[in-house]
């Protein structure tokens, strides 16, 4: 009796110590094939706030660098624009370098030409979109800051016309007029005038300017001068203007336009600067989120290879245990007996 006693002792505690190991593998399956220690926040313990606390900072920081990635995309299609639109206007200015020293001849077509196809592409340049965002908008990036292209043609063809039959008094207020436009007479929509700056969200405490609208001077000062040269006329016989007047004119649209440039150059440096911000700022995140993931690797992340092997232990302890409790259910009292 003794002896029958002790073999069910015996298996009742092999038994428990079986169903102990079944959990062990169990929470083992689990971490290997998850990767991480528990499923449960609350079963990580004192660690379950730090871990929180680390994913909301990760959460963060990722929120952040794509913001700053989105604002990347748009400076740079920005600061091509404006490249595009230096380049046409210089190449503009190309055309007519040569001449502009009175008395040469004068090839009015060639630099209607060049004007023309550059004011096109400017006009392109300034609706520059990213998906349904204008970019040259500011604020309201839902319409497009340049929209009354024939508008301003309108305009600066009657400034013309009135100045070669002589109704604007002389050539120096025919080229104050033509610089005193307004936005609206140059084709600027209402929406582009009255929007606001545009900015970035990059860190918690960090928003990045990178406005440049198609209202600023660099791109007014294309837009009038291209446009002058586009629709251009010298002046013919009867007409007040002389020839010496035309070439006058000429040289101040050119002197206007290569400031226009210059100016579209501190556009792109303002551009060049946000980026710069943002790149850093970008990097500070990378960096943070690469810490981030290892620290809290450490916390929740298991040694896949170890429990394996503990797997595998624990997978031979249950044979084990199998065989022995196989054995004992053989010894009953009737073959002690």
Request: a negative charge.
């Amino acid at each position: 009796m003794a002896n029958s006693i002790t073999n069910l002792g015996q298996q009742i505690s092999i038994i428990a110590g079986m169903k102990d190991m079944q959990g062990r593998m169990a929470t083992l399956q689990e971490q290997i094939s998850t990767g991480v220690k528990h499923q449960r926040y609350s079963e990580y313990g004192n660690d379950a706030l730090r871990i929180l606390n680390y994913r909301s900072d990760l959460q963060s920081k990722t929120a952040f660098s794509y913001n700053i990635e989105v604002g990347q995309i748009n400076i740079q299609q920005m600061t091509n624009s404006v490249e595009e639109s230096i380049k046409q206007a210089t190449n503009v200015l190309d055309t007519i370098t040569q001449q502009l020293t009175k008395g040469d001849d004068f090839n009015v077509e060639s630099i209607k030409a060049a004007a023309n196809t550059a004011l096109q592409i400017v006009q392109a340049n300034m609706n520059s979109q990213v998906g349904d965002r204008y970019l040259f908008a500011g604020s309201d990036v839902s319409n497009p800051p340049y929209n009354a292209a024939n508008t301003a043609t309108t305009n600066i063809q009657a400034q013309i016309n009135k100045w070669l039959d002589g109704t604007t008094p002389d050539t120096d207020t025919f080229l104050s007029n033509i610089t005193s436009m307004t936005e609206s007479q140059l084709g600027f929509s209402l929406s582009v005038q009255t929007s606001k700056n545009i900015s970035i969200r990059a860190d918690d405490n960090l928003e990045v300017d990178y406005t440049v609208k198609a209202t600023d001077v660099g791109f007014q000062k294309l837009v009038a001068g291209l446009n002058v040269l586009a629709n251009l006329k010298q002046p013919a016989a009867g007409d007040i203007p002389t020839s010496d007047n035309f070439y006058d004119a000429v040289t101040s649209i050119y002197q206007s336009i290569k400031t226009g440039i210059s100016d579209l150059r501190n556009s792109e440096t303002v551009l060049a600067s946000a980026a710069s911000v943002l790149d850093t700022t970008l990097a500070q995140h990378q960096n943070d989120q690469n810490s981030l993931h290892k620290t809290m690797d450490s916390v929740e992340s298991t040694d896949v290879s170890a429990a394996i092997v503990t797997f595998q232990g624990l997978q031979s302890q249950m044979e084990a245990s199998y065989q022995l409790t196989s054995i004992l259910s053989q010894l009953s009292l009737a073959r002690i007996l």
